[in-house]
């Protein structure tokens, strides 16, 4: 036991500041994400002209579709995005970013060691708080983008912050001012009134069961207490009315959970059960059980419940709701832990024994789940994209550049993530306002949520719908394709590919290892010195080789090895590889193999390049270099599904 109080204290704030440390390690530098762009430009175009846009002004469908109103309630936070990246370029965002995660996970710190009101202080408390708090920030990292639900986590940790405090004339003017500027960050606004009218019904519950228990003086605290809420309640609500982006905001929310066929597009895929065995089932856990002990144990309704639990369903109804249900979770779980330990023990020397044992094994517990926290270089594959192997970049800054340097204009169609790409000046590296007139607006981009339920349908039938395709292509006038490289055969951008190449009236002018570009020949026609690549097919070449037969093998050969001279990409790993599959299913292991190993030059760490280079050696019988090399591929990728394919069966046949 340790029996130095001070000691106990300065062991607390070491690991309170180790966390600090690491949370601003984990967080700053993390993946933009896709959808930072349009915030950007967003916030740039109301800076500039003093108004707040309610219909979409960077799309060229805009004007095609039936009146609809464009609810722009993320328009503050675009404003302060702009400011963050006007005055520090991309480190402004970053530091924008962290700033609010570190602000959001102090606020529930702090709300966790509110204890409740006449009780004395708990010795258990600050050290499970400091747990609950962690376990909160790791069970929420996946929503760490530099996005509005951001804020709005921020929000609701100070609404649950103030709903523990003193009852006071300006609690209540900071609970207006928090949902005016909520209501014109992001739609969770709505959250935020959801929350204080569930502690309203607790604080009104808990009045009830006070009053009939007899205790007068708490039981008329308490109603003062569930008024005092009310109104809370009341100006929050007056706030969203008055909010500019308050029309159309509730028919925003309602129709949000009810887009069928775009649960993957809008993230309301639900979170799967193996949530539970990570640090947000273990905050569920402690929540559940010490809740759970007190109503069976000291006979207490647990009125906390009616809190915990509706948030605590969330990510099962939607995985982007985890960050706001940590937030609610972590101060209800661990004054609810606190409680449970101290009743076990009291104030004895058992009961200090076991908050040293906590103290010191608060950390290593949390690291079980130091795994949760994973720095990306880059995003999941987008939506419909196949998974077996990792783009080299997760923007297509390579095909604008190209489309920009060879002055490539047009109606753009793109996957909705990569719009808000395109919209910010086409290029992410040119500085808002200094990238010159827009000359290619994208088909939609990342806030597709909030659009005409015609033009989102139009856009799904467009990547996936083979029977409608050409008549919303002729219809939307489209005129560029930029879609992601084809990954593998489930890839659902493969099908349109095709139906380019089946085309004759389409002509591929450029790729590289994350994109392909398709121009309309009227398009092409006018620039003499883009040249169309009309043999080769990346719907029937993609890195693991297509199922499709190709017509004339030797002319695509040819012009793949012309584009290595002209270095249509900002890499051609995708070329060798085309190569190589060309070579090999002809028949000519060891031609593959020599393209591979060209490749292998431009792209030492390629798995597709060393998983196909694997498999030309091994047919040749070079099987202790094909192991090797397969090994390889996995070191690099290990999720490379071809390459743990092949090593099964290799493993199988012993």
Same mark, same amino acid.
């Given at each position: 036991m340790?029996?130095n109080e001070?000691?106990r204290w300065?062991i607390?704030c070491?690991y309170?500041g180790g966390?600090?440390?690491?949370a601003?390690f984990?967080t700053y530098?993390?993946f933009l994400g896709?959808?930072i762009?349009?915030?950007?430009k967003?916030g740039?175009l109301?800076?500039?002209?003093?108004?707040?846009?309610?219909?979409d002004p960077?799309?060229?469908?805009t004007?095609m579709?039936?009146p609809?109103?464009?609810?722009n309630?993320?328009w503050?936070? *675009?404003?302060?995005t /702009?400011?963050?990246y006007?005055?520090l370029?991309f480190t402004?965002?970053?530091?924008f970013?962290?700033?609010?995660?570190l602000l959001t996970?102090?606020? @529930?710190?702090l709300?966790c060691?509110?204890?409740p009101?006449k009780?004395?202080p708990?010795?258990?408390?600050p050290?499970?708080?400091?747990?609950c708090?962690c376990?909160a920030f790791?069970?929420? /990292?996946?929503r760490?983008?530099p996005?509005?639900?951001?804020?709005?986590?921020?929000?609701?940790s100070?609404?649950?912050?103030l709903?523990?405090q003193?009852?006071?004339?300006?609690?209540?003017?900071?609970?207006f001012i928090?949902?005016l500027?909520?209501a014109?960050?992001?739609?969770?606004?709505?959250?935020?009134?959801?929350?204080?009218a569930l502690?309203?019904?607790q604080a009104?519950?808990?009045w #009830?069961?006070v009053?009939?228990?007899?205790g007068?003086?708490?039981?008329?605290?308490?109603?003062?207490?569930?008024?005092?809420?009310?109104?809370?309640?009341?100006l929050?609500?007056a706030?969203l009315?008055?909010?500019?982006?308050?029309?159309g905001?509730l028919q925003?929310?309602l129709? /949000?959970?009810?887009?069928?066929g &775009?649960?993957h @597009?809008?993230?309301?895929n639900?979170?799967p059960l193996?949530?539970m065995a $990570?640090p947000? $089932?273990?905050l &569920?856990?402690?929540?559940?059980?010490?809740?759970?002990?007190?109503?069976?144990?000291?006979r207490?309704t647990?009125?906390?419940?009616?809190v915990?639990v509706?948030?605590?369903?969330?990510?099962f109804? $939607?995985?982007?709701?985890? &960050? %706001?249900?940590?937030? @609610?979770m972590?101060?209800?779980?661990a004054r609810?832990a606190?409680?449970?330990?101290e009743s076990?023990?009291g104030r004895?020397s058992?009961?200090f024994?076991?908050?040293?044992?906590? #103290?010191?094994?608060?950390?290593?517990a949390?690291?079980l789940?130091?795994?949760?926290?994973?720095?990306?270089?880059?995003?999941?594959?987008?939506p419909?994209?196949g998974?077996?192997?990792?783009?080299?970049?997760v923007?297509p800054?390579?095909?604008?550049?190209?489309?920009?340097g060879?002055?490539?204009?047009g109606n753009?169609?793109?996957?909705y993530?990569?719009g808000?790409?395109v919209i910010?000046y086409e290029n992410p590296y040119t500085? %808002?306002g200094g $990238?010159?007139?827009v000359?290619?607006k994208?088909f939609?981009?990342?806030?597709?949520q909030?659009y005409?339920?015609?033009l989102l349908q139009d856009?799904?039938?467009l990547l996936?719908?083979e029977?409608?395709?050409k008549?919303?292509?002729?219809?939307?006038?489209?005129e560029?394709f930029?879609?992601p490289y084809?990954q593998d055969s489930?890839?659902?951008?493969l099908?349109?590919?095709?139906h380019l190449d089946?085309d004759? =009236?389409?002509g591929?002018?450029?790729w =590289?290892d994350?994109?392909?570009?398709?121009?309309r020949s009227?398009?092409t026609a006018?620039?003499p010195?883009?040249?169309t /690549?009309r043999h080769?097919?990346p719907?029937a070449?993609?890195?693991?080789?297509?199922?499709?037969?190709l017509?004339?093998?030797?002319?695509v050969l040819?012009?793949l090895?012309?584009?290595?001279?002209?270095?249509?990409?900002d890499?051609v790993?995708?070329?060798y @590889?085309?190569?190589?599959?060309?070579l090999? *299913?002809?028949?000519d292991v060891?031609g593959?193999?020599a393209?591979?190993?060209? *490749?292998?030059k431009?792209?030492?760490?390629?798995?597709?390049i060393?998983?196909?280079?694997?498999?030309a050696?091994?047919?040749k019988?070079e099987?202790?270099?094909?192991?090797?090399? #397969?090994e390889?591929?996995?070191k690099v990728s290990?999720?490379f599904?071809?390459?743990r394919?092949?090593k099964r069966?290799?493993?199988?046949?012993g």
């Amino acid at each position: 036991m340790i029996k130095n109080e001070k000691t106990r204290w300065l062991i607390l704030c070491l690991y309170a500041g180790g966390f600090f440390i690491v949370a601003v390690f984990a967080t700053y530098g993390i993946f933009l994400g896709f959808y930072i762009w349009f915030h950007i430009k967003n916030g740039e175009l109301i800076v500039r002209n003093h108004h707040i846009p309610h219909v979409d002004p960077f799309l060229y469908t805009t004007g095609m579709l039936p009146p609809y109103h464009f609810s722009n309630y993320e328009w503050l936070f *675009g404003v302060a995005t /702009y400011w963050a990246y006007s005055l520090l370029g991309f480190t402004g965002i970053h530091l924008f970013r962290t700033a609010i995660i570190l602000l959001t996970f102090l606020v @529930v710190g702090l709300t966790c060691l509110e204890k409740p009101q006449k009780a004395a202080p708990s010795p258990f408390l600050p050290f499970i708080a400091l747990a609950c708090t962690c376990l909160a920030f790791l069970a929420s /990292y996946s929503r760490f983008e530099p996005r509005p639900q951001l804020v709005s986590a921020l929000f609701l940790s100070l609404y649950a912050f103030l709903t523990l405090q003193k009852r006071s004339p300006a609690r209540l003017v900071l609970f207006f001012i928090i949902a005016l500027a909520w209501a014109n960050c992001h739609i969770e606004a709505i959250t935020g009134i959801v929350f204080l009218a569930l502690v309203l019904i607790q604080a009104a519950l808990e009045w #009830l069961l006070v009053k009939r228990a007899g205790g007068e003086e708490r039981a008329g605290e308490l109603k003062r207490e569930a008024l005092h809420r009310l109104l809370a309640l009341g100006l929050s609500l007056a706030a969203l009315v008055v909010s500019p982006p308050a029309k159309g905001l509730l028919q925003q929310a309602l129709e /949000y959970h009810t887009r069928k066929g &775009l649960s993957h @597009v809008v993230e309301l895929n639900p979170a799967p059960l193996a949530i539970m065995a $990570g640090p947000f $089932g273990l905050l &569920l856990f402690i929540g559940l059980v010490s809740l759970g002990w007190a109503f069976l144990c000291k006979r207490k309704t647990p009125v906390e419940l009616i809190v915990f639990v509706p948030f605590a369903l969330l990510p099962f109804v $939607g995985m982007r709701h985890v &960050l %706001p249900a940590a937030v @609610v979770m972590a101060p209800v779980a661990a004054r609810g832990a606190a409680a449970f330990l101290e009743s076990l023990g009291g104030r004895s020397s058992r009961a200090f024994r076991a908050v040293d044992t906590a #103290l010191l094994l608060i950390i290593p517990a949390l690291l079980l789940y130091a795994g949760a926290i994973r720095i990306q270089a880059g995003p999941a594959p987008l939506p419909g994209a196949g998974s077996s192997c990792s783009p080299a970049s997760v923007y297509p800054d390579g095909a604008i550049r190209f489309l920009n340097g060879r002055d490539v204009r047009g109606n753009l169609f793109c996957p909705y993530e990569w719009g808000n790409f395109v919209i910010f000046y086409e290029n992410p590296y040119t500085p %808002p306002g200094g $990238g010159g007139p827009v000359h290619r607006k994208p088909f939609i981009d990342g806030m597709l949520q909030t659009y005409n339920a015609r033009l989102l349908q139009d856009y799904m039938s467009l990547l996936s719908g083979e029977g409608r395709r050409k008549d919303l292509i002729d219809h939307y006038n489209v005129e560029i394709f930029l879609i992601p490289y084809p990954q593998d055969s489930r890839d659902s951008f493969l099908s349109l590919a095709a139906h380019l190449d089946r085309d004759d =009236d389409w002509g591929l002018i450029y790729w =590289d290892d994350v994109s392909i570009v398709y121009a309309r020949s009227s398009i092409t026609a006018g620039i003499p010195s883009l040249r169309t /690549y009309r043999h080769v097919s990346p719907a029937a070449l993609h890195v693991t080789g297509g199922s499709q037969a190709l017509a004339s093998p030797q002319d695509v050969l040819k012009e793949l090895e012309e584009s290595t001279r002209e270095s249509p990409g900002d890499r051609v790993v995708n070329t060798y @590889v085309w190569m190589g599959i060309i070579l090999y *299913g002809r028949g000519d292991v060891d031609g593959a193999i020599a393209v591979l190993e060209r *490749g292998m030059k431009a792209s030492p760490d390629s798995p597709a390049i060393l998983y196909n280079l694997a498999v030309a050696c091994l047919k040749k019988g070079e099987a202790a270099r094909g192991l090797h090399l #397969l090994e390889q591929s996995l070191k690099v990728s290990p999720r490379f599904a071809p390459a743990r394919e092949l090593k099964r069966k290799l493993q199988a046949r012993g």
